[in-house]
């Protein structure tokens, strides 16, 4: 059985609420077990992620609450000589990777009796947790930067969320939300809620899977608060653990863009003190990873670290012709996705095959 708990203080989860922090110590909480992948409890009667609901660590009586996510293409492209496969997670259904996540924290949300909630984005996060809101019937509002592209507004505001436009930085939006939160209203952080992390895992099943159950080299994929890389870390360490593959695992290649690049500082030591809080957070077109203080940082280094990956920086001047590239190989992706292909261009040669791209956001979202 999966347990959560504080990584402070040690508290367990309470089993009412859904609280965003711990009420003992103000810590957040985490897993204290692996995940628990047995490739004879996948249930393949089951759609998109839920073939793996054995590890999610909900009770048996819930009911998911989905809109067909996960199960996304794994296609292959030739780039610079390589067979390069992407995976395709802007094909979800509010088209990101964030609807892994969403879908797990609206069956917890609804099993807990919560009509309503409050969320902070730049984008992603916020349409996606409307998105699985609408669905489970719990009133939103989302939280953005008044700089939040206008389709991702749109998008949101077509689930029926709130928009609440805060003046400032991602970071004080941030800040705005947990205010509201500490008074009272329930906070659907996809931050600081431990319960999307397990969904995320899901990419990892799906690409062993459609990999013929063979470990990728490597997996480069952006990372703001690091949510999705830490899950594949989870999920991928999970399948090692139930296949004896020993100590087999694909290197981990974080991406950031040097407008805000926290994790890359503190794993270059290139930042001020290099410590999170003195890294610039200036404007970007990959607002999806404009994240100054990432929540589960020393979590996340500590994954790359243990994958022998590494952290790359993507230039501003380097995601245009990125995003172009990859729409000319046929995937139309935002700017936050196509930092990955400079972080391609500077590692293929370093790579072992195969080599996983993921690709996390739809390019309809951009504009």
């Given at each position: 059985?999966?347990?959560?708990s ?12 859904m ?5 003992t ?15 004879i ?10 073939r ?17 996510e996960?199960n996304?293409p794994?296609v ?6 390589r ?11 509010s088209?990101?990777?964030k609807?892994r996540?969403?879908?797990?924290i ?8 919560i009509t ?6 730049s ?7 409307a ?19 206008d389709?991702?507004?749109r ?7 709130q928009?609440?436009?805060?003046s400032?930085?991602?970071?004080v939006?941030?800040?705005a939300?947990?205010a509201?939160?500490?008074r ?18 899901t ?7 459609q ?6 080299g490597?997996?480069?994929?952006p990372?703001?608060?690091?949510g ?14 139930a ?20 994790l ?8 001020a003190g290099?410590?999170?809080?003195f890294?610039a957070e200036?404007?970007?077109?990959a ?16 994954a790359i ?11 501003e001047?380097e ?15 935002e ?25 996390t956001?739809?390019?309809?979202k951009?504009?």
């Amino acid at each position: 059985m999966m347990e959560f708990s504080c990584s402070n203080c040690g508290h367990a989860y309470p089993t009412d609420g859904m609280p965003y922090k711990c009420q003992t110590c103000g810590g957040h909480y985490d897993f204290i077990t692996p995940l628990p992948f047995d490739p004879i409890q996948v249930d393949h009667s089951q759609p998109g992620i839920w073939r793996y609901r054995h590890t999610f660590g909900l009770p048996l009586e819930v009911e998911s609450v989905s809109l067909g996510e996960g199960n996304t293409p794994l296609v292959w492209a030739e780039v610079f000589g390589r067979k390069i496969a992407f995976k395709c997670e802007f094909l979800n259904p509010s088209g990101s990777f964030k609807d892994r996540g969403s879908t797990l924290i609206a069956t917890w949300l609804r099993s807990r009796g919560i009509t309503e909630v409050v969320e902070d984005s730049s984008g992603n996060a916020g349409a996606s947790l409307a998105a699985y809101a609408a669905r489970a019937g719990i009133k939103t509002s989302i939280f953005v930067p008044m700089s939040a592209s206008d389709p991702k507004s749109r998008q949101i505001k077509a689930y029926g969320a709130q928009i609440i436009p805060i003046s400032g930085s991602r970071t004080v939006v941030a800040e705005a939300v947990k205010a509201v939160a500490d008074r009272g209203a329930i906070y659907a952080s996809h931050a600081y809620l431990p319960f999307n992390l397990p969904g995320y895992a899901t990419a990892a099943y799906e690409i062993f899977e459609q990999s013929g159950n063979v470990m990728p080299g490597a997996i480069i994929l952006p990372a703001g608060q690091g949510g999705m890389l830490l899950g594949m870390s989870l999920g991928f360490n999970a399948l090692r653990i139930a296949n004896k593959l020993g100590n087999h695992y694909p290197k981990i290649i974080g991406v950031q863009v040097r407008a805000c690049a926290p994790l890359w500082e503190m794993y270059t030591g290139a930042g001020a003190g290099a410590g999170v809080g003195f890294p610039a957070e200036k404007s970007t077109l990959a607002e999806g990873v404009q994240v100054r203080n990432p929540l589960r940082r020393e979590t996340v280094l500590r994954a790359i670290s243990e994958s022998k990956g590494s952290i790359s920086v993507a230039d501003e001047k380097e995601i245009i012709p990125g995003f172009k590239a990859l729409a000319q190989l046929g995937f139309y992706v935002e700017p936050t996705s196509a930092i990955v292909w400079s972080a391609l261009i500077r590692t293929i040669r370093y790579l072992d095959d195969p080599v996983i791209v993921i690709l996390t956001g739809s390019g309809h979202k951009y504009g």
